[in-house]
């Protein structure tokens, strides 16, 4: 089975395919997909362009994505659920289902402690996933940790 996760963010979504085959997993593509951040309307375009091009590549047929967490930056919050919706639309145009998981899931999934630290959960990654070398960006690591806690949910 293909998973695909996704870490969303406004000019850097992070994105990691595995694939599951009983207990094994594997990292088959990570990375970020990167934007400008000069015209928003650009930016949503160009994600779905490549998170299609993702998609066609690599044929998930399950994916996961970080819930929106808010923190004090509401403008943020709100260009960061612009393209989470557009990121949803492009999932479902392809038939995908979609899990929602929130920061604390997936690291509970993934490290066994919902409050883990960034570096606990990229090493524990790794170790997963069978990844030698440090994850670069966070954000790809991030992503993921989606899909193995998005490999482990019944959805």
């Not at 015209?39 to 949503?44: E, F, P, V, W």
């Not at 004090?72 to 038939?95: D, F, K, P, W, Y």
């Amino acid at each position: 089975m293909i998973i695909l996760g996704i870490d969303p963010g406004t000019t850097r979504i992070g994105f990691g395919v595995i694939s599951v085959a009983g207990s094994k997993m594997k990292a088959l593509e990570y990375g970020i997909i990167s934007n400008p951040g000069k015209d928003r309307a650009q930016d949503l375009m160009a994600t779905a362009i490549n998170l299609a091009a993702i998609i066609k590549r690599h044929r998930p047929i399950k994916a996961g994505i970080e819930k929106l967490f808010f923190t004090t930056n509401r403008t943020t919050g709100m260009a960061v659920s612009e393209m989470r919706g557009a990121i949803l639309l492009i999932l479902a145009q392809h038939s995908i289902n979609v899990s929602e998981f929130t920061p604390q899931q997936v690291k509970q999934a993934v490290s066994g402690y919902g409050r883990a630290q960034k570096g606990q959960v990229e090493s524990m990654v790794r170790m997963i996933l069978g990844i030698k070398e440090p994850i670069h960006p966070d954000d790809a690591a991030d992503a993921l940790a989606v899909a193995i806690c998005a490999s482990a949910s019944g959805d």
